[in-house]
């Protein structure tokens, strides 16, 4: 049995079937499965197009985040909050922005920020913090601190610690 390996008409007549082999398989096997992994892409992408399209219907604020990472803009927390919290329905009254200066530290200039949702629910501080980072970035939320008010099923108040990095 181990002459058979030996001898060199095994591979002269193995070699051409293998060659031939190989297109039928392409044929067979690989392009349907090609082809159908397209039309599953191509179904998958007509999904998300109608989903998106439904998104902007129902949300047309989200237009304005198109140029999110613009660089030619400067970071303002003062603006960039007080936009986000309007989108969001927080009064004026109901939030407070402490910034700090902006640092720089090994050649990365960043600036730290503290902002207070007083007596919001959960569903406005969720809006507030999944826009405000989806606008911009590079801000980096660094700490969240919920405390529940006493006697109300969902009135929070809320302290978070910004930093944008420049």
């Known amino acids: 049995m181990k002459d058979i390996y030996k001898n060199p008409i095994l591979y002269y007549?193995?070699?051409?079937?293998i060659i031939c082999l190989w297109p039928l398989l392409v044929w067979a096997i690989y392009l349907p499965a090609a082809e159908k992994d397209n039309n599953n892409q191509q179904a998958q992408f007509k999904k998300a197009e109608a989903i998106m399209?439904?998104?902007?219907t129902l949300d047309p604020d989200r237009r304005d985040f198109v140029d999110s990472n613009d660089v030619n803009a400067e970071f303002?927390?003062?603006k960039a909050v007080a936009m986000v919290a309007g989108t969001s329905k927080i009064p004026p009254s109901k939030w407070n922005l402490n910034a700090t200066a902006p640092q720089t530290s090994r050649g990365e200039k960043s600036q730290n920020a503290a902002v207070s949702l007083k007596q919001i629910d959960i569903v406005k501080f969720s809006e507030f913090l999944s826009t405000i980072q989806l606008r911009w970035a590079n801000l980096q939320c660094n700490r969240v601190k919920l405390t529940q008010k006493p006697g109300l099923p969902d009135m929070w108040d809320v302290d978070i610690e910004f930093k944008y990095y420049y």
């Open 13 to 17: 007549i193995l070699t051409p079937v």
């Open 76 to 78: 303002n927390y003062d």
């Open 53 to 56: 399209m439904e998104i902007l």
